[in-house]
């Protein structure tokens, strides 16, 4: 029962995810389509190859479980006998002719434990395409918030470059005016020069990110402008302690119990074989020197003195124990793991809160301060870049904490069975709006 609760839990994930995207179109219409969540899960439960062969899989073993329980096939046979000898046997007048036909009775409970085998193997499939869904989409959702990360990084260059091209622009007047040596305008150019390859470099990486997302659901053109979520959306999960608690719901550990059912149903099925099967044999014979007809009848079955199944049926046991070892092995892992990403995410979202609560704002102000004081002489250029720099720096930490933060809370809900896609980011407000806040008290 406890197996069967965990099983319906993952389904009932699923259901969730198609009522909620039920709504939103599958595609975007071109390439100049903002992406929402709702559609890159759509798309993925459409699209995905991979999920589309652990389907097939799932309908394969629906058929074998839909015929599993047929009976064995008769057999029939025609017999030539006293014919073609010496004597008054050298032809067919003396011959008898016999048609039977042959049914193998199966004893020892063989047809239901087969069934019981079938059955077995078919919630093993569905538990694995369960699992699968829960891996790809969790990975989808961790490519899809990478994406959107790329595009707070672009931006950030981009606003980087801005803020260069300013300063440029300020020490060329200080040259042309007599106030400043031409290493003050070079010292500036450089700094622009540098912030364009940074520019660049974050055009590519969104370029390449833009298309690892795609390719989840097969698209190698990545057709769509821009992700929108929520990225700097503070996360709350429970504790460790509560957390550990639904690990029995990983989709791994419900695997290796699905896999025990099956082999205890294998286990079943080689025992049932130890009892020989039962074989009638039923016809007619003539007899060709009277042209009369008689009745054949007989019955046979091998006699298990040798073998009785016995190896096969050791070697499942251990088979067994085996799994059983094997789910206490991932269940130290995953809790393992748990652990390790419950600490990743902790950092981060502290670390995001405190960039966002304390340090971003004490740095735009500084910023702030030191322009206006350069502008009259009272802070040397080098300060002026080097708070340039601290501020786009620190808008790229809070960029990069808040990218773990949702990348280990995706794991965590993974790890434990969770839809990762329910509750997470999936409008985007204008999230650059905060990083704009911070940098007009020095525009």
């Given at each position: 029962?406890?197996?069967?609760?965990?099983?319906?839990?993952?389904?009932?994930?699923?259901?969730?995810?198609?009522?909620?995207?039920?709504?939103?179109?599958?595609?975007?219409?071109?390439?100049?389509?903002?992406?929402?969540?709702?559609?890159?899960?759509?798309?993925?439960?459409?699209?995905?190859?991979?999920?589309?062969?652990?389907?097939?899989?799932?309908?394969?073993?629906?058929?074998?479980?839909?015929?599993?329980?047929?009976?064995?096939?008769?057999?029939?046979a025609i017999q030539l006998e006293d014919f073609l000898g010496t004597g008054p046997m050298s032809g067919f007048s003396n011959g008898q002719t016999t048609l039977s036909l042959r049914q193998t009775l199966e004893l020892g409970g063989k047809r239901d434990a087969r069934t019981n085998v079938a059955g077995a193997t078919l919630s093993s499939q569905q538990a694995?395409?369960?699992?699968?869904?829960?891996?790809?989409?969790?990975?989808?959702?961790?490519?899809?918030?990478?994406?959107?990360?790329?595009?707070?990084?672009?931006?950030?260059?981009?606003?980087?470059k801005e803020l260069a091209q300013r300063g440029f622009t300020f020490a060329?007047?200080?040259?042309?005016?007599?106030?400043?040596?031409?290493?003050?305008?070079?010292?500036?150019?450089?700094?622009?020069?540098?912030?364009?390859?940074?520019?660049?470099?974050?055009?590519?990486?969104?370029?390449?990110?833009?298309?690892?997302?795609s390719m989840m659901w097969g698209d190698p053109e990545a057709q769509f402008s821009d992700a929108q979520a929520e990225l700097f959306r503070l996360v709350d999960l429970p504790p460790y302690d509560n957390l550990a608690e639904r690990i029995e719901n990983n989709p791994e550990l419900i695997r290796y119990a699905k896999a025990q059912t099956s082999q205890q149903a294998r286990l079943a099925l080689a025992e049932s074989r130890a009892i020989p099967d039962l074989k009638i044999n039923i016809g007619a014979r003539r007899f060709e020197d009277s042209g009369d007809y008689g009745m054949v009848f007989g019955l046979s079955a091998p006699l298990p003195v040798f073998d009785r199944n016995q190896g096969r049926i050791h070697s499942l046991k251990k088979k067994e124990h085996a799994l059983i070892a094997q789910e206490g092995a991932e269940r130290v892992r995953l809790l393992a793991?748990?652990?390790?990403?419950?600490?990743?995410?902790?950092?981060?979202?502290?670390?995001?809160?405190?960039?966002?609560?304390?340090?971003?704002?004490?740095?735009?102000?500084?910023?702030?301060?030191?322009?206006?004081?350069?502008?009259?002489?009272?802070?040397?250029?080098?300060?002026?870049?080097?708070?340039?720099r601290t501020?786009?720096?620190?808008?790229?930490?809070?960029?990069?904490?808040?990218?773990?933060?949702?990348?280990?809370?995706?794991?965590?809900?993974?790890?434990i069975g969770v839809a990762p896609f329910i509750g997470a980011p999936d409008k985007e407000e204008n999230t650059a709006t905060t990083q704009h806040k911070q940098g007009e008290q020095h525009e």
């Open positions: 029962m406890r197996m069967y609760s965990r099983f319906a839990c993952i389904t009932l994930s699923a259901i969730i995810v198609i009522v909620l995207c039920a709504p939103t179109k599958a595609r975007a219409e071109d390439k100049t389509s903002p992406l929402s969540l709702k559609q890159v899960v759509l798309l993925v439960l459409k699209d995905n190859a991979q999920l589309k062969a652990a389907a097939l899989n799932v309908q394969g073993a629906e058929a074998l479980h839909t015929y599993s329980g047929t009976f064995k096939n008769p057999e029939m694995a395409y369960e699992s699968r869904r829960i891996t790809i989409l969790a990975e989808t959702l961790v490519r899809f918030i990478h994406v959107v990360a790329d595009q707070h990084r672009l931006a950030t260059a981009t606003r980087a060329s007047q200080r040259v042309r005016s007599g106030a400043a040596s031409t290493i003050e305008q070079q010292r500036a150019n450089i700094a622009l020069a540098r912030t364009k390859i940074n520019e660049d470099h974050s055009q590519h990486d969104l370029r390449a990110s833009k298309r690892h997302l793991r748990l652990y390790d990403d419950m600490q990743e995410f902790s950092h981060a979202r502290q670390k995001l809160e405190v960039l966002e609560r304390e340090i971003l704002p004490e740095a735009a102000s500084v910023l702030g301060f030191i322009s206006n004081g350069f502008k009259s002489g009272r802070f040397s250029q080098i300060e002026l870049l080097d708070a340039q501020l786009v720096e620190l808008e790229q930490e809070r960029i990069d904490a808040a990218e773990e933060m949702w990348t280990h809370a995706i794991r965590i809900k993974s790890l």
